[in-house]
């Protein structure tokens, strides 16, 4: 299992998000959430 999460979201400019998950999650293993709220922008 992999997980990459990388979140930039500057200010006044173009939002990077990558995100990347693949496979199933071992049994017993706790992931907790991104937590990254969705990028709104300046309006």
């Known amino acids: 299992w992999i ?3 990388g ?3 500057p200010r ?3 939002p990077i998000d990558v995100f ?3 496979g199933t999650l ?3 293993v706790w992931v ?3 937590g990254v709220a969705p990028y ?4």
Do not use: A, F, N, V
């Open 3 to 5: 997980r990459i999460g």
């Open 7 to 9: 979140y930039w979201y």
């Open 12 to 14: 006044g400019g173009i």
């Open 20 to 22: 990347y998950q693949s």
């Open 26 to 28: 071992p049994d017993g």
């Open 32 to 34: 907790p959430d991104q």
């Open 40 to 43: 709104r922008g300046r309006g």
